[in-house]
């Protein structure tokens, strides 16, 4: 109970929240003085703890509380997790709770062993009873190396601390885009003597940068004009590689920022804005990047200032428009 106690303090320190903001509204339990058991299964087969049900249903009610999460999952019941009628069972049980409580209910499950792959909504430990059951699936994964680097992140540290939330099924209702969570360190100021404050993690969400932030379409026109100035390929490994050009106009680099000129030149060829051509050299095809559909010089407005795009790097691109 302590440990709750704990993390609840720090998120509320860390987003700002009284104890009269909560006011009688918030109701945490370890499940160690009482456990929760929903469900058993022994030779005679399974049975759900109607007992059980009866008085989570009474006390929700009571206490007029709107949400219920339980976590995890799996500590809640005493009923193998691949028997999918027992945990379809609990599953709907829950279903009528919500239903008769007037709540929502929320069962954090975990996944089976992912081998370094995506979680989707198929990956559930266990039986598919629950995903099956369950309107809503929400599925969480820690940001990959190649989402980071697309947006120039490129501190491991910094990586592992984002995490993605995905609607991994959504009934009756729209898919939504993806949610950032960011795990931030906060120190609850609880040390004394020689003994240290604790410091706990805290989740707040994290706005994912457009890669094209800070971008403009000059600096596509002028990209479009070096193109037209110069032969540039298509191949990452190439030292005329036209990852090359975007960072001389953008200000970007080509080293540790390739991640996110990756992800600005696949935009610009889906847009049409930048094309790629075959060409015969030596015996074998190779790809060159050319103009596609040109900007026109009058739709670009004004120069962007050059301190806010990389400045000097940008003068040998070509002339400005």
């Not at 469900?39 to 008085?55: P, V, Y």
């Not at 919500?98 to 370094?116: F, I, R, W």
């Not at 990452?236 to 030149?265: C, F, M, P, Y």
């Amino acid at each position: 109970m302590e440990e709750l106690e704990r993390q609840m303090a720090a998120a509320c320190a860390f987003h700002g929240i009284a104890p009269k903001d909560c006011g009688n509204r918030l109701y945490l339990d370890s499940g160690m003085v009482q456990p929760l058991c929903t469900a058993t299964e022994d030779r005679q087969g399974f049975k759900l703890n109607e007992e059980a049900f009866a008085q989570l249903t009474a006390t929700i009610i009571n206490e007029q509380i709107a949400a219920v999460i339980v976590d995890p999952f799996v500590s809640s019941h005493a009923v193998q997790e691949n028997n999918n009628g027992a945990i379809d069972a609990v599953a709907k049980r829950w279903k009528r709770l919500a239903q008769e409580a007037g709540c929502a209910v929320v069962l954090l499950h975990h996944t089976k062993k992912m081998g370094g792959r995506e979680v989707t909504a198929e990956d559930g430990r266990g039986a598919v009873a629950l995903r099956d059951a369950a309107r809503i699936v929400l599925t969480l994964n820690a940001m990959s190396q190649a989402e980071a680097e697309e947006l120039g992140i490129s501190e491991a540290a910094v990586r592992r601390t984002l995490v993605r939330v995905d609607t991994g099924k959504a009934n009756r209702a729209p898919l939504g885009a993806a949610t950032w969570i960011k795990l931030e360190s906060q120190c609850l100021d609880n040390g004394g003597g020689s003994e240290p404050a604790d410091h706990v993690g805290v989740a707040c969400l994290w706005e994912k940068p457009d890669v094209f932030d800070g971008l403009t379409t000059w600096h596509l026109y002028m990209v479009q004009q070096g193109l037209a100035a110069g032969t540039w390929r298509d191949s990452v490994q190439s030292d005329d590689w036209v990852g090359h050009l975007v960072a001389n106009v953008t200000g970007l680099s080509a080293e540790t920022d390739k991640g996110r000129i990756k992800a600005i030149i696949r935009t610009w060829k889906r847009n049409d804005a930048l094309s790629v051509e075959h060409r015969r050299i030596n015996g074998r095809d190779v790809p060159f990047v050319i103009v596609g559909k040109l900007v026109n010089a009058s739709e670009i407005g004004s120069r962007p200032h050059l301190a806010m795009c990389g400045a000097e790097s940008a003068e040998g691109a070509g002339a400005a428009p």
